[in-house]
């Protein structure tokens, strides 16, 4: 049971490149959230899905876009990177029945931008 | 709106010591509270969520209503007790977590 898969690990992109984050989770969970790890600020929520067929932006959308593919996939896209963009990028699932009963993490991609 | 404050971003003990990481939230209905940790180089996980009132690796936190506090205790630190730790909230019809700012705990030797 592979919980949340997120590919790729790591990556390096230049300046104005894009790139597309790939996150999959197997738990049949509803809904599926894309994070930021920054030092000193914390986990910011970029988007989230509450369910298949919807999407939301959370505290710092801006230079992102999201696809939730189906149930199981949920993308997000770097349409050009900017070196602020840099950080640890994870993905989470939750089953979201009426109340968030906690999330399954990924194991989060390394991103640089430069 | 929900918010979660973890008033210190380093907290340094030693080794044998006892250790609180402090979690302070606001929120006017009934929350449910979690504690996550994430290892060196790992994926954050679940260390324990205060509605099932365990100890996972001997850390406890008590939901206190009355001063809106959930605090992690454990009362002898190791040394593999250090790591990034998150509080984070869930409020009824809420889609997603609400987390704070995290604390760093390193355990001296």
């Known amino acids: 049971n592979a919980g949340v898969t997120q590919t790729p690990k790591f990556q390096v992109l230049k300046t104005g490149q894009s790139m597309t984050l790939q996150c999959a989770q197997d738990?049949?969970?509803?809904?599926m959230y894309w994070y930021r790890q920054d030092p000193g600020m914390g986990l910011r929520l970029i988007y989230y899905s509450a369910s298949e067929g919807t999407t939301d932006k959370g505290e710092v959308p801006n230079g992102y876009n999201v696809s939730r593919l189906n149930k199981r996939e949920f993308s997000l896209r770097l349409e050009s990177a900017a070196p602020s963009q840099t950080s640890v990028y994870f993905c989470?699932?939750?089953?979201?029945?009426?109340?968030?009963?906690?999330?399954?993490f990924g194991s989060g991609t390394r991103l640089t931008v430069v | 709106a929900q918010r979660v404050t973890q008033p210190e971003k380093l907290l340094s003990v030693f080794k044998g010591a006892p250790v609180e990481l402090k979690c302070n939230y606001s929120?006017?209905?009934?929350?449910?509270l979690f504690w996550y940790v994430q290892y060196s180089r790992q994926r954050l996980q679940l260390l324990l969520r205060?509605?099932s009132r365990e100890s996972i690796k001997g850390f406890t936190a008590d939901l206190n209503k009355g001063e809106t506090s959930f605090h992690l205790k454990k009362p002898f630190a190791q040394e593999e007790d250090s790591a990034m730790y998150y509080c984070?909230?869930?409020?009824?019809?809420?889609?997603?977590?609400?987390f704070g700012q995290g604390t760093r705990l390193t355990i001296n030797p």
């Open positions: 738990m049949n969970h509803n809904s």
């Open positions: 929120y006017s209905g009934s929350p449910e």
């Open positions: 984070a909230l869930s409020s009824q019809g809420a889609q997603k977590l609400v």
């Open positions: 989470a699932s939750s089953e979201a029945l009426g109340r968030i009963n906690g999330y399954t």
């Open positions: 205060h509605i």
